[in-house]
T-cell receptor
């Protein structure tokens, strides 16, 4: 089946540790995106990539890093520099300029 | 940047009722999508509708691009319609804060 997968569904980390969230898609989409959602809020864009080996910062990129070595994969690293990392993280993909499709999300808790 | 405002922020309805959710945006847009976020957090695509009208079962949407708004209509609400409805615009997707819909049995 075609779709977007994110793993793990729940993730717990100690403060000061970096953590990498996985996002894979088999929809042959060129563009991929990472969003953060805080309780009761909309989604905010962290990073996006419209082509392999290229990515741009979104509105809240500080404390995060990404890579896009393969079309299918767009992992997000939450670094220790991110002041409030506990959140729900959603990955999406699209054919450039067209509608986006979302993965099931990863709930990250940092204590 | 473009501002997206959704109304109402919260809506409580009895099962079987109809509802209209509104999305206003501050500038012209090329893309507009409506999503439903279920209680488990999954975002489900409802409509890709930068202009015009579309219908899918009990749901329909209309975007009037020249007047910078979009409407989502839900008819004969069911409890499974509960959740948060988001409007989002443009390629980098700017989200509104959503409308939280509660359907009571």
């Amino acid at each position: 089946d075609g779709g977007i997968t994110q793993s793990p569904k729940y993730l717990f980390r100690k403060e000061g540790q970096n953590v990498t969230l996985s996002c894979e898609q088999n929809l042959n989409h060129d563009a991929m995106y990472w969003y953060r959602q805080d309780p009761g809020q909309g989604l905010r864009l962290i990073y996006y990539s419209q082509i392999v080996n290229d990515f741009q910062k979104g509105d809240i990129a500080e404390g995060y890093s990404v890579s896009r070595e393969k079309k299918e994969s767009f992992p997000l690293t939450v670094t220790s520099a991110q002041k409030n990392p506990t959140a729900f993280y959603l990955c999406a993909s699209s054919r450039s300029g067209w509608e986006q499709y979302f993965g099931p999300g990863t709930r990250l808790t940092v204590t | 940047g473009i501002q997206v405002e959704q109304s109402p922020p919260d809506l409580i309805l009895q099962e079987g009722a109809n509802s209209t959710l509104r999305c206003n945006f501050s500038d012209s847009v090329n893309n507009l999508q409506w999503f439903h976020q279920n209680p488990w957090g999954q975002l489900i695509n409802l409509f890709y509708i930068p202009s015009g009208t579309k219908q899918n079962g009990r749901l329909s949407a209309t975007t009037v691009a020249t007047e910078r708004y979009s409407l989502l209509y839900i008819s004969s609400s069911q409890t499974t319609d509960s959740g948060v409805y988001f409007c989002a615009v443009e390629d980098k997707i700017i989200f509104g804060k959503g409308t939280r819909l509660h359907i009571l049995p």
